[in-house]
């Protein structure tokens, strides 16, 4: 059974800086993408950033410049450094991450997500 247990979520101000953390746990073989997508009432989920195992990393345009994704494929891990936030950052932010497991395929895996919240 793998899982993704994101934290670092919270209240902070405009301005202000989070950093989220993800760990995915279980039998995992292998990671391929590890991601990080959110979603604001009302509106659909949304990709943030995304890192393949290589190190290449991709950004929406609404953060770039702002966010950070990082890994360390150790402690199969992902990271979002989230700087200059803005309201319109707040959402629940999700990790997910495509992994090699005991079912023998690559698979999509979901955390349950933790809430952002920017607001003065």
């Known amino acids: 059974q793998v899982q993704l247990v994101e934290s670092g979520g919270g209240l902070v101000q405009p301005g202000g800086s989070l950093r989220l953390s993800c760990v995915a746990s279980?039998?995992?073989?292998?990671?391929?993408?590890m991601d990080w997508y959110r979603q604001a009432p009302g509106k659909q989920r949304e990709l943030v950033a995304s890192s393949a195992t290589g190190g290449s990393t991709n950004y929406a345009d609404f953060v770039k410049g702002r966010f950070t994704i990082s890994r360390d494929n150790a402690k199969n891990t992902v990271y979002l450094q989230m700087n200059s936030l803005k309201p319109e950052d707040t959402a629940v932010y999700y990790c997910?991450?495509?992994?090699?497991?005991?079912?023998?395929?690559?698979?999509?895996?979901w955390g349950q997500g933790t809430q952002v919240t920017v607001s003065s």
């Open positions: 279980g039998v995992i073989f292998s990671i391929d993408t």
């Open positions: 997910n991450a495509n992994i090699l497991s005991a079912r023998l395929q690559f698979l999509d895996y």
